[in-house]
């Protein structure tokens, strides 16, 4: 009897023992969201060029022991945040030796009572492998949607910046040195408008939440419209959204300088769609508004003069690939039709940007876009064109390359988004 009593006691404090380990290993981290996430923003990764490319890179090539203070605008709100990491076109392990999550309060302040700390299974930094992405455990910070959250990063080693998104439109912010993610503010070394290495803030998903993903190029990405305004076509589609009152995270992947069929300025969209569309949680709506670049890069310095433009077929063939893979999914797969860029780029070195037979391939992808080969489609060519001449954006609409909006373009942009294509009631 003496034994089984002992053995009873040695088993209790073992089980004990066990708990009490397992409730320091979890302690700090949040229980997962019941319903699942959804990507509230996010940032398509593109891979920084080689220095012997036209257009400039504009950010450190390396950074190390300096934190790294991003800005971004959610489209959803929520009670929950969890931020997704990148390390996609890495070569080396990136560590990151502290995050952290919190309001913005505009510039590089944060509003210091919203400061949560990230961490990663439990713990306060991480290394991600190259080629590898990493997302935060949960942390409870109510989130307004439409706020603006800042994500502070702190990076101890040399860190080569490889993975990047080009066109952010948002100041980051990078101190001169050592970790700063707690500040409430810090004096800006350096600023530039990319963000590195993050790819996207998660919110916990709400009853009958679901993602939308706006899959395109610099217009998606909002190339000429007011830095630090969040004034691209996507923000002003989520403030509608939002207004309507239906649960609609809007997850933007335009990449500036993203063709159909061809790599540069970041993956072909063939080569992007699994990751930067199917793969997005709560996602059952597409947008695809891309292929101008595909035509107009033809013929001037971005690509070898030996490199033909592909034809409005070839185009298309792509379209139908990527509306078949949306199918397989079960995703709904809307058509934007390429918007006018007559004169694009007149007196600058990316002139010959158009011409009349590029003009010509436009219209025939156009019309196959409102073919009905889409489950729906958005005529962004009749929102913005100048009814005196069609070939041309409008005055009023146009950001001063004759190609992509300035805000009020993309506020029509927005506008002109019949929202049942997008499966809102």
Do not use: C
């Not at 990449?255 to 540069?264: C, F, M, N, T, W």
């Amino acid at each position: 009897m003496r034994e089984d009593i002992q053995v009873g006691i040695k088993r209790s404090t073992l089980m004990t023992a066990i708990t009490v380990v397992l409730a320091i290993g979890t302690a700090g981290i949040q229980p997962a969201a019941a319903d699942g996430w959804l990507p509230t923003w996010s940032a398509s990764q593109q891979r920084v060029w080689e220095p012997n490319f036209f257009p400039p890179v504009g950010i450190p090539r390396a950074i190390r022991d300096q934190t790294l203070r991003q800005v971004a605008r959610v489209s959803l709100g929520g009670r929950q945040v969890r931020v997704r990491f990148s390390n996609l076109y890495g070569t080396q392990p990136l560590h990151i030796g502290a995050a952290h999550v919190a309001i913005s309060a505009g510039g590089a302040a944060i509003n210091a009572g919203s400061d949560r700390v990230l961490t990663f299974g439990g713990k306060p930094s991480i290394t991600i492998p190259p080629g590898a992405p990493a997302v935060s455990d949960p942390v409870d910070l109510d989130v307004p949607a439409l706020a603006s959250l800042a994500v502070s990063t702190y990076l101890p080693d040399v860190s080569p910046t490889t993975t990047w998104h080009n066109d952010a439109r948002q100041t980051a912010y990078l101190s001169a040195s050592s970790n700063q993610t707690s500040a409430e503010s810090f004096e800006a070394a350096q600023t530039f408008p990319s963000r590195i290495f993050l790819e996207g803030i998660l919110i916990d998903k709400p009853a009958d939440g679901r993602t939308v993903v706006l899959f395109g190029d610099s217009i998606t990405d909002g190339d000429g419209s007011t830095r630090d305004a969040n004034h691209r076509w996507p923000d002003f589609l989520a403030e509608r959204l939002h207004e309507k009152g239906v649960p609609v995270a809007v997850s933007n992947q335009g990449i500036s300088g993203a063709r159909v069929l061809r790599d540069q300025l970041g993956d072909n969209a063939l080569a992007r769609f699994d990751r930067d569309v199917l793969s997005q949680p709560g996602v059952d709506t597409v947008v695809l508004m891309m292929g101008i670049n595909d035509i107009g890069w033809e013929d001037t310095l971005l690509v070898p003069k030996t490199e033909k433009a592909p034809s409005a077929d070839e185009i298309i063939t792509g379209y139908k690939q990527l509306i078949a893979r949306a199918h397989d999914e079960g995703l709904r797969i809307v058509g934007a039709t390429l918007t006018p860029f007559e004169n694009t780029f007149a007196g600058t070195p990316l002139f010959g940007y158009y011409s009349e037979e590029k003009e010509a391939k436009r219209e025939q992808v156009n019309s196959f876009i409102r073919s009905g080969a889409f489950d729906a489609f958005i005529d962004f060519d009749a929102a913005l064109r100048d009814p005196a001449n069609p070939k041309h954006i409008r005055a009023e609409y146009d950001a001063g390359d004759h190609l992509h909006p300035n805000d009020a373009g993309y506020k029509a942009m927005a506008d002109a988004v019949d929202l049942a294509a997008l499966g809102v009631k």
